[in-house]
DNA sequence: ACCTATGTTGATAC
DNA sequence: GGTATCAACATAGG
């Protein structure tokens, strides 16, 4: 689920509902979500404080602390951010905060691949794939040899793209995911650019990479919704992927 | 019951 | 360095 759009959504969450109250207690036990903590450590470093400013970069979220440290927070494969809702069974909220007010901010996920750690290191990172510039773009998705949708997907290239927003946004841009990404020119890697921005925002405003025209076909058997081709299916990037292959070329 | 598939990242190997 | 593969976790579905 979590791509950019998810994860915007999920960074207004805490933005609208977690600022500014104070924090009670943080339950930190679950150790993998949590490494390289232990147990209590960032309980510890943000008990009393209070949540003040919750920004993102790609996939990546954190969260300032009034004169408090910085808290990362990453969805992985399947979390999401729930504000004042109780508890969820089987431990399935693997980070959650609790206020001085009673309410309660929890990170849950049935598959425990998200994370939250103190001051994360987001050096690693590319741009994020919404606000990238132009030049930037041509200059670091257009290279390589790697088949265009592994280049978007790479965070460190741009930030934010995941499976399902690559497949919709080279649909969308007419493109074979299997182009490699230095063979691209100047004017397909600016119309690949304003794809991915247009994909983007629509998914935010429609709640999800879900939303997406694609996605509907994106099953064994599906037809290409604009030409009614089949659509061909095959690993790329690691990746399963679909893609028409009459008009992406 | 067993097998496959799943939005993520990171470590590892070539 | 760039690229590819597998493992980490846990669930859902055929």
Same mark, same amino acid.
């Given at each position: 689920?979590?791509?950019?759009?998810? #994860?915007?959504? %999920?960074?207004?969450?805490?933005?609208?509902?977690?600022?500014?109250?104070?924090?009670?207690?943080?339950?930190?036990?679950?150790?993998?979500?949590? +490494?390289?903590?232990?147990?209590?450590?960032?309980?510890?470093?943000?008990?009393?404080?209070?949540?003040?400013?919750?920004?993102?970069?790609?996939?990546?979220?954190?969260?300032?602390?009034?004169?408090?440290?910085?808290?990362?927070?990453?969805?992985?494969?399947?979390?999401?951010?729930?504000?004042?809702?109780?508890?969820?069974?089987?431990?399935?909220?693997?980070?959650?905060?609790?206020?001085?007010?009673?309410?309660?901010?929890?990170?849950?996920?049935?598959?425990?691949?998200?994370?939250?750690?103190?001051?994360?290191?987001?050096?690693?990172?590319?741009?994020?794939?919404?606000?990238?510039?132009?030049?930037?773009?041509?200059?670091? #998705?257009?290279?390589?040899?790697?088949?265009?949708?592994?280049? !978007?997907?790479?965070?460190? #290239?741009?930030?934010?793209?995941?499976?399902?927003?690559?497949?919709?946004?080279?649909? +969308?841009?007419? !493109?074979?995911?299997?182009?490699?990404?230095?063979?691209?020119?100047?004017?397909? !890697?600016?119309?690949?650019?304003?794809?991915? +921005? %247009?994909?983007?925002?629509?998914?935010?405003?429609?709640?999800? #990479?879900?939303?997406?025209?694609?996605?509907?076909?994106?099953?064994?058997?599906?037809?290409?919704?604009?030409?009614?081709?089949?659509?061909?299916?095959?690993?790329?990037?690691?990746?399963?992927?679909?893609?028409?292959?009459?008009?992406?070329?």
């Amino acid at each position: 689920m979590p791509e950019l759009p998810e #994860v915007e959504r %999920a960074r207004a969450a805490i933005e609208q509902g977690g600022l500014h109250r104070e924090i009670a207690s943080v339950d930190d036990g679950d150790t993998w979500v949590c +490494r390289p903590h232990s147990p209590g450590e960032i309980d510890s470093a943000l008990c009393g404080h209070r949540l003040t400013a919750a920004h993102r970069r790609g996939k990546a979220m954190w969260v300032e602390t009034d004169e408090g440290p910085i808290l990362g927070l990453h969805l992985g494969m399947a979390g999401r951010i729930v504000t004042d809702e109780k508890p969820a069974p089987n431990n399935w909220d693997r980070f959650s905060i609790d206020f001085a007010d009673g309410g309660r901010l929890a990170l849950r996920d049935k598959r425990r691949l998200s994370r939250a750690v103190l001051e994360p290191d987001h050096s690693a990172l590319g741009p994020d794939a919404a606000e990238v510039g132009r030049d930037s773009f041509r200059t670091r #998705v257009g290279r390589g040899v790697a088949p265009l949708k592994a280049r !978007l997907m790479d965070q460190s #290239v741009i930030a934010g793209v995941g499976n399902l927003l690559a497949d919709e946004t080279l649909w +969308r841009a007419g !493109l074979s995911p299997l182009r490699p990404a230095g063979e691209l020119s100047e004017a397909e !890697l600016d119309h690949l650019r304003r794809e991915l +921005r %247009a994909a983007t925002r629509r998914a935010i405003s429609r709640g999800g #990479v879900h939303t997406g025209d694609l996605i509907s076909a994106r099953h064994r058997g599906g037809d290409c919704p604009r030409c009614g081709a089949a659509l061909d299916r095959r690993t790329v990037g690691g990746r399963t992927t679909y893609w028409c292959t009459e008009e992406q070329a």
